[in-house]
């Protein structure tokens, strides 16, 4: 089956550092991979949608300065929590859409985040 | 916002079947149903999708009613192993998923 790595897998900075996590489709191509973060106790939220070679989509109440997305090839795209602070602990899940697929997605493992 | 509601838990013997069921009245015509689960502090995994009609597969089975308002996902033999939260799930405008809170699926010996 198709599978996503997410690295690293848990992650802990100071306050005002930055950190990238990485997301990569092992075995497939991926035009689209979207970037979701979970608080304890609730549900995955979608922060933005990364497409291949074009610019990501923010979605409302996510500031595209803070999380910079970069998808520069088909099988990675990195997520940069700039300016981190304790708000921003989290854990940060990508997912992988098959290229020409409307139906196949795959998510990575997901970056536990410690902001201190 | 989820266009699914789902019961926020349920308990499941082992070795007997685990009946998960989802409300999606509001989802289109055209718009499929996905299963997916997520064992605690793991990415989801993906369970099983469908339209209209039932689809079984591996994992699971999943019940659509004729008029598509839900759905019911059926873990034949529930194991230890299974205790997650099951998230169903509609699709939104740029093919992410939107989740919502979930069945927090506990199975006990």
Redesign the interface.
């Given at each position: 089956g198709a599978v996503?790595s997410?690295h690293p897998s848990w992650v802990i900075c100071k306050s005002g550092t930055s950190v990238k996590i990485e997301c990569r489709s092992l075995d497939f191509q991926a035009t689209?991979m979207?970037w979701?973060r979970q608080f304890p106790k609730q549900?995955?939220?979608?922060m933005a949608?990364s497409n291949e070679g074009s610019k990501a989509?923010y979605e409302q109440g996510v500031e595209k300065d803070k999380f910079l997305i970069n998808h520069a090839s088909l099988t990675l795209s990195t997520l940069t929590v700039t300016s981190a602070h304790p708000e921003d602990s989290s854990?940060y899940?990508c997912?992988a859409?098959l290229a020409d697929s409307?139906?196949e997605?795959?998510?990575?493992?997901?970056t536990?985040l410690t902001v201190l | 916002d989820?266009k699914t509601t789902q019961p926020p838990s349920m308990d499941c013997a082992e070795g007997r079947a685990a009946n998960l069921p989802c409300n999606h009245s509001t989802i289109s015509g055209n718009e499929?149903v996905y299963w997916?689960r997520q064992i605690h502090?793991?990415?989801?995994?993906?369970i099983i999708?469908g339209l209209k009609n039932n689809e079984t597969n591996e994992m699971a089975s999943l019940i659509i009613t004729e008029d598509r308002k839900s759905s019911t996902l059926i873990l034949p033999h529930a194991t230890l192993r299974d205790t997650a939260v099951y998230?169903c799930i509609s699709r939104?405008s740029?093919?992410?998923?939107?989740?919502?809170?979930?069945t927090k699926l506990s199975v006990k010996p």
């Open positions: 996503v997410q689209t979207f979701y549900s995955l939220m979608l949608t989509t854990f899940i997912s859409k409307y139906n997605q795959f998510f990575g493992p997901g536990r | 989820a499929y997916y502090s793991q990415g989801p995994q993906y999708h998230y939104g740029q093919g992410n998923l939107i989740f919502g809170k979930g």
